[in-house]
C-alpha cells in the first residue's frame, strides 16, 4: 500500500498540468523543468539511500523516507510559483530515491531465488495502482477543488503511511547501526564498477522516459491536440495504461524467472513499446484505447524483468542489491529527467508528433547495450538422479 501512495505522488502532478500551467502563466518547458526537478532529486539520491540501508537496514530507511517524502508532497500543494513548486518537488524526488531501492530490496529478501519474481512483479504494480489513481483522482480533484487539493491529499496520505508502516513491516534484516561504514564503501565500490548495472541501466534510460512521458505529458498534449476532451478524458488513457501494468507486472516476473534469459524479454518486449509510442501523434481515440491499453501490459512486463534480473547477478543478489537496484534507477531517473526536458524542446519548437517520434526512437537505440550483461541467469537445480538398487 506504501507504494501505491508513494506512486500517487509521482503522477497527480502531471494530471493538473493544465491547471498549474494556467495558474502560474508558466510554459511548456517550465512545467517539463517542475517534471524533471523531481526525477533529478529521485536520481541524486538513489545510491546514498542504498549505501543507508546497508548501514541501518532497509526497513528504517524505506520508513523515514516516507516522512520525508510526505513533508514535501504536503508542502508543494501551498507553492506560489512554479519555481518554488519545482524545488519541493526536487525534495520530494529525495524522499522517493529514498523509499525505492530499500523497499524493493526488502520485499526481494522476503522470497527465496526462483520465487520472487512474483512478489517483485506484484511489488511494482503497486507502483502502477498509484500512478493511475494519481492520474485519475489528480485529474478529478484538480477540476472540482484545483490544483492544490489534487497535490495535498498525496502529501496527507504519504505522511499517514509513515505512521502505519512501522506497525506492519516486519523487522528489519539488520540491526540499526550494527554494520560499520566500511561494508557501504566496499559494496559501493563494487557496484559502481559492476558492467552489467551500467548496461542495464543505460539501455532503459529512452524506455523510461517514454513511458514517463505517456503517462506525464499525456494530458498536456491531448490540451493541445484535442482541446474539446475534458481533463478526465485526456487523463483516462494514461490511467488505463497503468491500469493494465497491474497485473502485467506479476506475470512479468513469473515469465522472466522461468524464461531463462531474462534480456530477450527485455528486447521484444521493448521494440514494441517504442513501436506504440511512435503511433500515438497519428492515433484516433479509438485505436488510443487498445494502444494505451497495450503499452501497459508491454510496461508491466518489462519492469517487473528489469528489476528481478539484478537480483541474480553477483555482485547485487545479496548484500549490494539495494545499492545495485539504487544505481540502475538512478541512471534511468537521471536519463529520463533529460529526456523529458528534451520532449518538452521538441514539443515546444517542433510539434508534439516530433516529440513522440523522438522518443520513440531514443527508446530502441541503446537496447543493443543489453548484450554486455552478463552472468545473471538463475542458477539451474540439479538434474534429478534414477533410483539405483544396490
Known sequence: MARAVYAFNWYNVGAVLPLLGAAFAASTVQLG?????FLAGAGIFQVPAGLASLRWGNRAIAIAALGVMGAFCTASAFSPNWWILALLRFG?????????????????????????????????????????????????????????????????????????????????????????????????????????????????????????????????????????????LAAGLPTLMIAFEIPAG????????????????????????AGAIAWIPFAPLLVLVPLFALLGFLDGVIWAALYLLPTYLPETKDEGLSTGLGLLNAINIFGGSGLAVLFALVAASSGFTWAWLVAAGLAVLPLPLLALVRDHLPASPPPARLPTVS
Do not use: K
Not at 513491516?169 to 557496484?191: D, F, T
Not at 534469459?261 to 514494441?272: E, K, Y
Open 33 to 37: 523543468i517542475v517534471l524533471a526537478a
Open 92 to 232: 520530494a524526488g529525495a524522499g522517493a530515491a529514498m523509499f525505492f531501492a530499500p523497499a524493493l530490496g526488502l520485499v526481494a529478501s522476503y522470497y527465496p531465488a526462483g520465487s520472487r519474481g512474483p512478489m517483485v512483479g506484484l511489488f511494482n504494480s503497486g507502483f502502477s495502482l498509484g500512478s493511475g489513481l494519481g492520474l485519475i483522482a489528480g485529474a478529478v480533484v484538480g477540476s472540482v477543488y484545483g490544483w492544490p487539493a489534487a497535490l495535498l491529499v498525496g502529501g496527507v496520505g504519504l505522511v499517514a503511511s509513515a505512521v502505519v508502516a512501522p506497525l506492519v513491516l516486519p523487522r528489519s534484516e539488520i540491526a540499526p547501526g550494527s554494520v560499520g561504514p566500511a561494508v557501504p564503501r566496499r559494496v559501493g565500490r563494487s557496484i559502481l564498477r559492476s558492467r552489467s548495472i551500467w548496461a542495464l541501466a543505460v539501455s532503459f534510460i529512452g524506455l523510461w522516459s517514454a513511458f514517463y512521458v505517456a503517462a506525464q505529458y499525456f494530458v498536456q498534449y491531448a490540451h493541445a491536440a484535442h482541446p474539446g476532451w475534458s481533463l478526465p
Open 250 to 273: 506479476p506475470l512479468g516476473g513469473w515469465l522472466a524467472e522461468r524464461w531463462g534469459d531474462m534480456r530477450w524479454i527485455l528486447v521484444i518486449f521493448g521494440i514494441a513499446a
